[in-house]
């Protein structure tokens, strides 16, 4: 095969240059001066044309998440505005259940070994989860025995709690079943129950179905119990809603339970939901009330504890956290002033007791606290010693 010389011409000054015509050469990379200034000066160019594409691409894709973000915040209001219900199962948050796959056929599982699981009726066809737990000194007695024996331990002279618990999960919950435990130990029965549309019990929720629930398991403990055993109502967090409205009903009738503890409690649903941490990006909206109050109305939410405290005759305990995160502490205060200038509340013991920041109570952990069954002690002795003093 002939070699291919590569055609030169010759310059005056005696240089040579590749022709034009060799188009191999004239695309490959030269060695020549021309070669690397040209790529010196691309490159730079190329690679800052990449950055601003990026930094371009970057801010339209911040530009659509806000654009998302703030849809998403505007329709919020608007959608719980047409569909109330949507407010009613937040307030209720009945659908959660946490723990998760308990069995709540089994306290025992939730270390109850001195509690027994049954179901009433409140009304026929609607029936509703109760658990019974006796006190600690019992649980060798209780082991093995069955709904009658549990039953027959109420006419002791031992205390009994009708325990109302919060939103959210079951009367299996975590910082509930550690409050049985506590109250037990004190020598307390406890009897709580899920109310309709919680844990296993049937229906559905609404504040007159929680009020009539308890309504209904009170009068059922009142037939068991011995005329002197005492019988007291404890609340907490939305519970103390349902304990206030119960206790009216039951003074209201002239039948008051022996005391009244309300724990973690709010002055009104409007005014918890309005200092509740959800409402906190949406507080200063124009039209909040109007957005996200006026739907929990419309849905007969009230658990107005504030108008309650004006129609109870009985000793009231109200125990608050100053960390409460859920349920501001300054509600509860301010429930405790309503109540220490209530007419009806005139002439029985109205206590509040604050738990500092610095113990890490919160919400739901005041069960944690050392000094509660001087507290409960303390208290259940001077409402007895003044109901003794008045009779």
């Not at 002033?337 to 919160?362: E, I, R, T």
């Amino acid at each position: 095969m002939r070699k291919r010389n590569n055609p030169l011409t010759v310059e005056p000054d005696g240089g040579a240059v590749l022709l034009d015509s060799d188009t191999d050469l004239k695309h490959r990379p030269g060695r020549g001066a021309s070669g690397p200034a040209v790529g010196s000066r691309g490159a730079p160019a190329d690679r800052s044309m990449g950055k601003s594409f990026r930094r371009l691409s970057l801010v339209g894709r911040v530009r659509r998440l806000l654009f998302w973000l703030l849809l998403f915040y505007l329709s919020v209001p608007v959608v719980i505005k047409l569909f109330p219900s949507i407010q009613a199962k937040l307030v209720f948050l009945n659908f959660v259940r946490v723990p998760y796959f308990i069995d709540l056929k089994r306290p025992l599982d939730q270390g109850l070994n001195h509690t027994h699981n049954f179901y009433l009726e409140p009304e026929r066809g609607q029936k509703i989860g109760v658990w019974h737990t006796v006190p600690a000194h019992m649980w060798r007695e209780a082991q093995g025995k069955q709904g009658d024996w549990y039953h027959s331990t109420l006419s002791s002279a031992h205390p009994v709690i009708l325990y109302l618990h919060g939103n959210a999960g079951t009367r299996g919950g975590d910082h509930r079943v550690e409050l049985y435990k506590v109250l037990s130990s004190f020598g307390y029965h406890i009897v709580t129950f899920d109310y309709r549309g919680w844990g296993d019990s049937d229906g559905s929720p609404s504040e007159w179905a929680m009020t009539s629930d308890a309504l209904f398991l009170y009068d059922w403990l009142k037939h068991k119990l011995e005329d002197k055993t005492a019988l007291y109502v404890w609340g907490h967090s939305l519970g103390t809603g349902v304990a206030t409205n119960l206790v009216r009903r039951l003074c209201d009738r002239g039948t008051p339970p022996d005391a009244l503890i309300l724990e973690s409690p709010f002055t009104n649903i409007r005014e918890e939901a309005k200092s509740h941490p959800f409402s906190m990006v949406y507080r200063y909206l124009p039209g909040f009330d109007w957005f996200f109050l006026d739907p929990i109305t419309e849905n007969n939410i009230r658990f107005a504890s504030d108008e309650n405290v004006n129609h109870i005759s009985c000793p009231l305990l109200i125990l608050h956290a100053e960390d409460d995160g859920v349920v501001p502490f300054h509600l509860g205060k301010k429930l405790y002033s309503l109540a220490s200038q209530s007419k009806s509340l005139s002439g029985h013991m109205v206590h509040f007791v604050p738990f500092p920041s610095s113990l890490g109570y919160k919400h739901k952990f005041i069960y944690r606290s050392p000094q509660l069954p001087n507290i409960l002690s303390d208290f259940f002795g001077s409402a007895h010693r003044q109901t003794d003093e008045s009779a």
